[in-house]
């Protein structure tokens, strides 16, 4: 069973920065795709970037093109959203989730709300920033 583990929310002021982990385990093949939704508060889901091992092939949302950046660490399993210049309305619970075909997560990046047939979740993690 695939499982997903996100770290590094918090609480930051509006042009400050962090840094989410997303770290995966069970995964059955080297070539899958890990990405990053984010909800807030009253509104709806939203992709925000993905990138598929193991050639690092990217996606970002173009709310948050230039300012986030995803990368992978593919020994360890583990992709980062670095978040810089950061805005109030990047303010929303941010999840990652994870699909064995880029095409699918393609899909559900700009489809979020077809993201039931993603393979895993993860549990989210709070992201506030403060103007």
């Known amino acids: 069973e695939v499982q997903l583990v996100e770290s590094g929310g918090g609480q930051v002021q509006a042009g400050g920065s962090l840094r989410l982990s997303c770290a995966a385990s069970?995964?059955?093949?080297?070539?899958?795709?890990i990405g990053w939704f984010r909800q807030a508060p009253g509104k709806e889901r939203e992709g925000v970037a993905c990138i598929r091992s193991p050639d690092s092939i990217t996606y970002y949302a173009e709310s948050v093109e230039g300012r986030f950046t995803i990368s992978s660490d593919n020994a360890k399993n583990t992709v980062y959203l670095q978040m810089n210049n950061l805005k109030p309305e990047d303010t929303a619970v941010y999840y990652c989730?994870?699909?064995?075909?880029?095409?699918?997560?393609?899909?559900?990046?700009?489809?979020?709300?077809?993201?039931?047939?993603?393979?895993?979740w993860g549990q989210g993690t709070v992201v506030t920033v403060s103007s």
């Open positions: 989730a994870v699909d064995f075909y880029f095409t699918s997560f393609l899909t559900v990046m700009t489809h979020p709300d077809r993201g039931e047939v993603l393979d895993a």
């Open positions: 069970g995964l059955t093949s080297d070539d899958y795709t």
